[in-house]
């Protein structure tokens, strides 16, 4: 089992940033490739980010790109998920899941609480 409690969501201005964590728990996390996914109300869970469990892949949304940026410290068992330049769009519950590999979220084993991310015009 994995435990992933993710943080770092809030209320932002259209042009912001945040910077979201996912600590994750249990197992080996370096094992793991890790997700992040958002999902707003009325819409359904849309991929945002992953990256490999060495951090030497990664893949973004076209809507993020540019914008977002992955990354993981294995030493500290977290993955993050930097947010610049924020649309209203944005606004979601934002996950973090893990999985043996990078792909859509059927891949991915164990999932976190979500965090709200809200992003005013």
């Known amino acids: 089992q994995v435990q992933l409690v993710e943080s770092g969501g809030g209320l932002v201005q259209a042009g912001g940033s945040l910077r979201l964590s996912c600590l994750a728990s249990?197992?080996?996390?370096?094992?793991?490739?890790m997700g992040w996914f958002r999902q707003a109300p009325g819409k359904d869970r849309e991929r945002v980010s992953g990256?490999?469990?060495?951090?030497?892949?990664?893949y973004y949304a076209d809507s993020v790109k540019g914008r977002f940026t992955i990354s993981r410290d294995n030493a500290k068992n977290t993955v993050y998920l930097q947010m610049n330049s924020l649309k209203p769009e944005d606004t979601a519950v934002y996950y973090c899941?893990?999985?043996?590999?990078?792909?859509?979220?059927?891949?991915?084993?164990?999932w976190g609480q979500g965090t709200q991310v809200t992003v005013s015009s």
């Open positions: 899941a893990a999985g043996w590999k990078l792909g859509v979220a059927g891949v991915y084993d164990y």
């Open positions: 249990g197992r080996t996390f370096s094992n793991y490739a």
């Open positions: 990256i490999s469990w060495s951090g030497g892949s990664t």
